[in-house]
């Protein structure tokens, strides 16, 4: 078992940043793969960036390539989201995502365990 706990999330105003935390506990993270996902209001859930569970293989959607940084630190069993840039489109709950599977692409149907989430609101 493992429990996801997300900090970081906040208001900033469009083309500011802020850093998602995720802090695990239970099992190691290292033989899991991490990403992150996002769910405006009445919008389904997306995945926005994963990384597998080595760090060398990055995915991002490309609504935010360029401007979203996903690092892991599998020694404190910490993932973490640098977003930059920040659009309003950008405002959702995040939420931190596991899957027991090499591969930084990530599908709902997949993930093994779940983050609470945490709001993140960018204002225009």
């Known amino acids: 078992q493992v429990q996801l706990v997300e900090s970081g999330g906040g208001l900033v105003q469009a083309g500011g940043s802020l850093r998602l935390s995720c802090a695990g506990s239970g099992r190691t993270f290292s033989p899991y793969a991490m990403g992150w996902f996002r769910q405006a209001p009445g919008k389904e859930r997306e995945f926005v960036a994963g990384?597998?569970?080595?760090?060398?293989?990055?995915y991002y959607v490309d609504s935010v390539k360029g401007r979203f940084t996903i690092s892991r630190d599998n020694a404190k069993n910490t993932v973490s989201l640098q977003m930059n840039s920040l659009k309003p489109e950008d405002t959702a709950v995040y939420y931190c995502?596991?899957?027991?599977?090499?591969?930084?692409?990530?599908?709902?149907?997949?993930?093994?365990?779940w983050g609470q989430g945490t709001q993140v609101t960018v204002s225009s």
């Open positions: 990384l597998n569970w080595s760090g060398g293989s990055r």
């Open positions: 995502a596991a899957q027991y599977r090499d591969s930084s692409y990530f599908t709902l149907s997949l993930v093994d365990y």
